[in-house]
């Protein structure tokens, strides 16, 4: 009669915990829930902190970005090269003309870069 009732129920049919698998499956869904809640409010908390940011270069997602590093060494470069030319030639000269160009479109495109688009 307990048997059956017990099967009837869905209820553990022994005293054992460790055989019943309802329970063992309830709690590992419970702790799926809590990580995956917990991970959205980290991620919820980035994306708020990242909104609220004025510079958008100082979050630190956008701070290990590669596309952000690339940016920063293309630049670099560019100036290295303008700055050896500014020493063979006048300012005026076709050639530092055309890095001074090369280096403001990719400062304008390091500035024009939008945050949320850094971000994973």
Same mark, same amino acid.
């Given at each position: 009669?307990?048997?059956?009732? !017990?099967? /009837?129920?869905?209820?553990? %049919?022994t005293?054992d915990?460790?055989s019943n698998l309802e !329970?063992?499956?309830? #709690?590992? %869904?419970s702790n799926?829930?809590?990580e !995956?809640e917990?991970?959205?409010?980290? %991620?919820? !908390?980035?994306?708020e902190?990242?909104?609220?940011e004025?510079?958008?270069?100082?979050? &630190?997602? @956008?701070q290990?970005s590669?596309r @952000?590093?690339?940016?920063?060494?293309?630049i670099s470069g560019l100036?290295e090269?303008r700055? #050896?030319?500014?020493v063979i030639?006048t &300012? /005026?000269?076709?050639?530092?003309?055309? /890095?001074?160009r090369?280096s403001?479109? /990719?400062?304008?495109?390091?500035?024009r870069r939008?945050?949320?688009s850094?971000l994973?």
């Amino acid at each position: 009669m307990q048997f059956n009732y !017990a099967k /009837s129920h869905n209820l553990p %049919l022994t005293t054992d915990p460790n055989s019943n698998l309802e !329970a063992k499956r309830l #709690a590992t %869904l419970s702790n799926q829930l809590l990580e !995956a809640e917990n991970e959205r409010k980290n %991620l919820q !908390a980035q994306y708020e902190a990242a909104v609220k940011e004025n510079d958008p270069f100082s979050i &630190p997602d @956008v701070q290990s970005s590669a596309r @952000v590093d690339k940016l920063r060494e293309r630049i670099s470069g560019l100036k290295e090269k303008r700055d #050896a030319l500014l020493v063979i030639y006048t &300012p /005026s000269g076709p050639r530092l003309r055309s /890095s001074t160009r090369k280096s403001n479109r /990719s400062r304008q495109s390091w500035q024009r870069r939008p945050p949320k688009s850094l971000l994973p």
